[in-house]
């Protein structure tokens, strides 16, 4: 256990490692007490579940490559099947959080920015055509909006919208035991990256929005998770110090040119090459 601030936070354990489809598989793991955490160590995010009280919650379900091995470990270690889970949440619209939703037969729930890309397959932003992922005919059941607030019993998740990597990003805090799945908006040492229905200026203002919550750990969608109230506020910081870094770089670079002659850039959706 991790003592700080009068607040024990829970050490998380290996549970196991996937032994049939290997490092094509999830690592599970327990990260709290009825939450675990499969973790991908490469291609696809890490999928968490939260067994509740009234309803189990998956958040994200992955890249649809390794949903054998989420499956494996969800029967074999944890005692549930795909049925028994009773609600998704993608945190936001990209292929490798939500091509696994096709196995799911429970409410899905995305903002709705995120809602609007998934269920019009627009694959600018979704980018599954891309590594020849199928997202068609995929349906969003619940559209989130900011603040809303789901009680499976045992837990309480509170939707705080988060835009920046893309405009659908939300992340999922629990506002009692305090602590936050952070999606693609906050990482361990790292700063995400800000697609084409993304923004730094957004996704700076969501960070300073994270930096007004008590978060005692928090848990990306992909690399390590972060625990103690310090070393969160510390990552946030980074981020945002990294995001406005990365702004100035930018606008920099930028040179101007006269306006005479000047017209409208053409659509993203008629590039000649197609360079997603």
């Not at 327990?30 to 998956?58: C, D, R, T």
């Not at 809303?148 to 893309?166: R, Y």
Request: hydrophobic share 35%; with cysteine; glycine share 6%.
């Amino acid at each position: 256990m991790v003592q700080e601030e009068d607040t024990v936070i829970f050490q998380p354990r290996l549970i196991k490692e996937d032994d049939i489809y290997g490092k094509n598989g999830y690592t599970l793991n327990l990260i709290k007490p009825n939450v675990y955490q499969f973790y991908s160590g490469g291609a696809g995010s890490h999928v968490y579940l939260i067994i509740g009280e009234n309803l189990n919650v998956l958040i994200d379900t992955g890249i649809i490559t390794k949903f054998n091995s989420l499956n494996y470990l969800l029967t074999t270690e944890i005692g549930l099947k795909v049925e028994d889970i009773g609600l998704v949440i993608n945190t936001h619209e990209h292929f490798d959080h939500i091509s696994s939703n096709a196995y799911f037969h429970c409410p899905i729930a995305a903002h709705r920015w995120a809602a609007i890309k998934i269920q019009h397959t627009d694959e600018l932003i979704t980018k599954g055509k891309k590594w020849g992922v199928d997202l068609s005919n995929m349906k969003i059941n619940i559209w989130l909006e900011d603040r809303n607030i789901i009680d499976i019993g045992n837990v309480l998740l509170k939707i705080i919208e988060t835009p920046g990597h893309t405009s659908g990003c939300i992340c999922i805090y629990e506002p009692y035991l305090q602590y936050i799945f952070t999606g693609d908006t906050l990482f361990k040492e790292a700063t995400t990256n800000i697609y084409e229905s993304g923004s730094i200026s957004e996704y700076i203002d969501s960070l300073e929005v994270l930096n007004t919550l008590r978060i005692n750990s928090f848990y990306p969608s992909h690399g390590d998770l972060v625990l103690g109230q310090k070393n969160v506020k510390k990552q946030i910081d980074y981020s945002i110090e990294n995001a406005k870094k990365e702004l100035n770089a930018f606008i920099n670079r930028l040179k101007s040119k006269s306006i005479d002659g000047v017209r409208p850039p053409p659509s993203l959706y008629r590039r000649e090459e197609e360079d997603l």
